[in-house]
């Protein structure tokens, strides 16, 4: 590869157009050691730029924050948090880890940040733990006579082992469109600790807010989660801290997927879960268009063990993301980034209104936030076969679950839409309004094969959808300035 030097060959704006300059040169630099990995880097680029990014939980994160992880940041062991470090030499991560601490703090106005989880997943155990070890694990040294775990013999250490093993997590549940870390069967969080969920109202698919309370009164879960992966409506946390007081919780949120959301003031008042949740964890690559990772804010009292999240439950922090994040929660405290939320909400509602116009029926009738839950039932075809149909077509996005669905999580019934990544692009509600028309055309002309995996799709149609859809990304091109 040798795209830097016809990049300069080209263009008279070199000395102005450094990210595009250092983004050219890594690709260059790596292919002479690996052509196999730059050559992936690449094609994942042409990939993106020829398919529409529907994926609700993705989204394209600026050059600036992509380019902060291709460092020497990474050789650097940090394990510890800032100014509290298990090994020398760490004053630079230091800085990097306090400049990211302070930018989110002020992005949300919280009192406390915790930037070193590497995801979402990471984020929600170590909150969990620290809410196991603040309220259950104190309590039971203070009863056992020690201050601390190390002070207590075998059976003693067994007998506390016990008590934490048998709390309770009152969270959604995932066939209403909760996460798997908020006690799903097949993940940590429903061993750790007793998992029960709530769901969303059959007939409307709302969340119940008399029935989450009645059930959190009859289990009195040690926490109450709100949060979600694939709910399409804002959530009142004002509601859900009262239920959670009633109950004795704890209050948690997870904002992963609108955390850009609450950023942008979009969900301010009673949906702003920071005023009301003791903790909140969160992703920084969806909504908040960072880089892949993960954050806890919370109140001060849980500050010194989520401090400690490594190694209560993660291996050392990455530097490099965490000077990624900095950058990240840097552009979103510009007020550029309140107006980029507004939008992304606008064009999921005009997505939504399209494709209810056109006789989809969308989980809940709509949206209030960046994604939408649409099933596929009725046109025979499941949440597998319309993803593979959609690709095919050059748009991309993911099957999911719809509530109480027949299909199960891996076939599935309904896809989910996002517009975080569009919206970034610079597509409004006029796209919205075509890109409705084409997903339509697809799953009208797809049809079922007996494998609830295969499925074919009218010739005509498809190439008439993948001529439209180059026609937008050729309009709405991904970082143009990289004429690769
Ligand atoms: N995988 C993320 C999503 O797609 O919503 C959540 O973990």
């Known amino acids: 590869m040798d795209f830097l030097s016809k990049y300069l060959q080209s263009t008279a704006e070199k000395e102005q157009n450094k990210a595009v300059i250092a983004y050219l040169a890594s690709l260059d630099y790596i292919s002479t050691d690996s052509p196999k990995i730059a050559e992936s ?32 940041l990474t050789d650097k062991y940090a394990e510890g948090f800032a100014n509290h470090r298990f090994y020398a030499g760490c004053s630079n991560i230091d800085a990097i880890e306090e400049e990211a601490m302070s930018q989110v703090k002020k992005l949300f106005g919280a009192e406390f940040a915790y930037v070193q989880p590497h995801s979402g997943a990471d984020a929600n155990l ?33 007998t506390l082992r016990k008590v934490l093993m048998n709390q309770s997590l009152l969270g959604m549940g995932l066939n209403s469109g909760g996460h798997l870390t908020h006690g799903y069967r097949h993940n940590l969080s429903s061993k ?33 989660v709100a949060g979600y992966s694939a709910y399409p409506r804002a959530i009142n946390f004002a509601r859900m801290k009262e239920i959670a007081v009633k109950a004795g919780s704890v209050f948690m949120v997870d904002m992963a997927h609108f955390a850009g959301l609450v950023a942008g003031k979009v969900f301010e008042g009673d949906f702003n879960p920071i005023p009301y949740a003791d903790i909140v964890t969160s992703t920084t690559h969806k909504t908040l268009r960072g880089p892949r990772g993960g954050l806890i804010l919370a109140k001060k009292e849980f500050g010194h063990i989520l401090n400690k999240g490594c190694p209560l439950a993660m291996g050392g922090p990455l530097p490099h993301v965490m000077a990624a994040k900095a ?25 939504a209104e399209e494709l209810v116009r056109l006789g989809l029926r969308i989980t809940t009738g709509g949206t209030d936030n960046h994604l939408l839950v649409v ?104 970082y143009p300035e990289i004429r690769i």
């Open 41 to 72: 880097i690449l094609q994942e680029l042409k990939d993106q730029r020829s398919n529409l990014k529907m994926i609700a939980s993705e989204n394209y994160s600026s050059l600036a924050v992509q380019l902060a992880m291709g460092n020497l």
């Open 126 to 158: 170590i909150a969990f733990l620290a809410i196991l070890i603040e309220k259950v694990q104190s309590p039971e040294l203070e009863r056992l006579g020690a201050k601390k775990v190390d002070e207590l013999s075998h059976e003693d250490y067994e």
């Open 192 to 224: 750790l600790m007793r998992a029960f969920s709530y769901e969303v109202d059959p007939k409307t698919q709302l969340l119940d807010y008399e029935n989450i309370e009645k059930l959190a009164l009859e289990i009195k879960p040690l926490i109450l």
């Open 327 to 351: 950058i990240a929660f840097q552009e979103a405290n510009k007020p550029s980034f309140h107006s980029y939320a507004q939008k992304i909400v606008k064009n999921a509602q005009t997505l």
């Open 375 to 478: 099933d596929v039932t009725s046109f025979g075809i499941t949440g597998r076969q319309a993803e593979g149909a959609l690709r095919a077509a050059n748009i991309t996005l993911n099957r999911n679950t719809i509530p109480s669905d027949p299909n199960g999580p891996w076939y599935t019934s309904g896809v989910r839409l996002g517009t975080p990544a569009l919206t970034t692009l610079g597509m409004g509600p006029a796209e919205m309004k075509i890109i409705a028309k084409l997903i339509h055309a697809i799953l009208k002309s797809t049809k079922a094969k007996e494998d609830r995996a295969q499925f074919v799709t009218e010739e005509k149609t498809l190439l008439h959808v993948n001529k439209q859809v180059e026609e937008l990304l050729l309009t709405f091109p991904l």
